[in-house]
């Protein structure tokens, strides 16, 4: 069989994180019962007029900036037609002809090193309706809660080569958009979409073969999937002596398996025209310098600065900054309780051990600086030892309740009492004259068990420090 190389182009479209559609004032906000969140404007109702919401243009130019992007400062929008049920007016306002940004690139990590991916442009649009297939009934209905919400399409140029190119373009793409609270970015409620643009041609060749689209891809895994799956059916068509058809797939992630939707169109088969109901964008230099004053720092910067300042490691610092609201965590609980390493430590290891066994994502996390700061400042000021602060910490992660009331309500202060622990240690020691025996014989962790039994004895309230203090002056004596 011929070595082929693969091909891969991507078509990513983000839902902007404002609070009114791109024309019309009605709500973005996720989740709402079915065509709630709509007006004339959004329903294509006739003799109703779009009115460009500015944020959508801000936040367009500012994706366009950490993306390395030319501002195009006149630009306008584009009528594309297109009739299918979702899609109220049959037509798109979109933009062809002079899209917002341009030329841009981001740089990924790769196997073989960090690479380019380039930009060829990024447009604002406004997002369709939604189908909602009722397989029971034979019936499709449709849900234009959805209609008007303001899109950005990131159209990459098609330079990466694997699946794993491709997760570490739209990786880097998701943090970027998040840091810049342009987006949540969550493929799974589709605020975050990608289309693959995919074609596999013999190693060497400089032509590039027949390209496919793969649409509804809602996961990282599920593009992953589909960029493998489609690649091995091109090489079989291609080894078999037969034509890859270009054409608009869909994937299917349950049955792992891709199926033809339509022939793929091109630009002249959507008939684009000017807007004739929205005036050209312009930007002026000084709305643009604005724009750029307000860029927040993005994880690299934050990564090495992390590491500098706050003298964590770099893993730490790699795995804090991979979510933008655990950055912020970590950032707004270390200025509070000025203790970097053991917020950090509480992040990277109970945190992301309740993640895991939940089933969720940084985002999805719930409590405040505010609560892991005081659980920081419980520790180290000695209230409370490190078995009772896992404990308290778990209630953090569940209900972000308020440590010190807790620990309060719930008596799981420790006991620094010398005298009163004195009596306790000596009838655990007068009652283990075994482990006394080891320990007198150079067996150093027969003093462990002596521990554990003073905690169990004290409900796990003891400070451990002294317990072993105490332990050492009674059985040297």
């Keep these: 069989m011929k070595n082929y190389e693969t091909v891969i182009g991507l078509e990513v479209h983000v839902e902007l994180a404002t609070k009114t559609k791109i024309f019309c004032s009605c709500s973005t906000a996720f989740g709402g019962a079915p065509n709630t969140h709509t007006c004339p404007v959004c329903t294509g109702m006739p003799g109703s007029l ?39 007016q049959n037509y798109q306002i979109s933009q062809l002809y002079l899209p917002i940004c341009r030329n841009g ?19 604002m649009e406004e997002d369709a309706g939604k189908l909602i297939h009722d397989e029971h009934g034979d019936v499709s209905l449709v849900d234009f809660n959805r209609s008007g919400v303001p899109l950005i399409e990131i159209v990459s140029e098609p330079d990466m080569r694997s699946a794993d190119e491709v997760i570490a373009y739209l990786e880097k793409l998701r943090l970027i958009i998040q840091y810049l609270g342009a987006s949540d970015c969550k493929l799974n409620e589709g605020s975050m979409r990608a289309d693959v643009n995919l074609s596999v041609r013999e190693a060497g060749a400089t032509e590039f073969g027949t390209r496919t689209e793969m649409k509804n891809l809602n996961s990282f895994r599920a593009i992953a999937r589909a960029i493998e799956n489609e690649t091995e059916r091109q090489i079989d068509l291609l080894e078999a002596g037969k034509e890859v ?117 940084a985002d999805d996390i719930k409590f405040s600086p505010e609560n892991l700061a005081k659980l920081v400042k419980l520790t180290d000021d000695g209230v409370i030892n490190s078995s009772v602060a896992k404990e308290v910490f778990e209630q953090i992660f569940k209900e972000d309740i308020d440590p010190e ?72 004596r």
């Design 245 to 361: 058809i270009q054409e608009t797939r869909r994937w299917d992630d349950n049955k792992e398996y891709s199926y033809a939707m339509r022939s793929k169109e091109d630009a002249q088969d959507y008939r684009y025209f000017p807007e004739p109901d929205l005036v050209p964008v312009i930007i002026s230099d000084e709305w643009l310098s604005e724009v750029k004053s307000r860029q927040p720092e993005f994880r690299d910067e934050k990564k090495a600065r992390y590491v500098s300042e706050y003298k964590i490691p770099e893993y730490d610092a790699d795995i804090i900054t991979l979510s933008k609201k655990m950055a912020d965590i970590f950032e707004a609980a270390t200025a509070i309780c000025g203790n970097p390493k053991k917020v950090s430590n509480w992040l990277m290891v109970e945190t992301m051990r309740l993640l895991k066994e939940n089933g969720m994502d």
């Design 50 to 88: 779009p009115v460009l919401n500015k944020q959508v243009v801000e936040y367009a130019m500012a994706v366009g900036l950490a993306t390395n992007c030319e501002i195009t400062q006149y630009n306008k929008f584009d009528r594309k037609n297109y009739f299918y049920p979702d899609n109220p």
């Design 105 to 123: 690139k981001v740089e990924i990590e790769t196997e073989g090193g960090k690479k380019l991916v380039g930009i060829h442009e990024i447009h």
């Design 405 to 476: 009331k807790y620990v309060e309500e719930k008596g799981l202060k420790m006991d620094n009492d010398e005298e009163g622990l004195k009596a306790t240690l000596e009838e655990i020691v007068a009652n283990n004259p075994q482990s006394v025996s080891d320990y007198k014989a150079g067996k150093e962790k027969a003093i462990g068990f002596l521990v554990g039994q003073a905690m169990k004895a004290t409900k796990g309230k003891a400070n451990p420090g002294i317990v072993n203090k105490l332990l050492k002056e009674i059985l040297d």
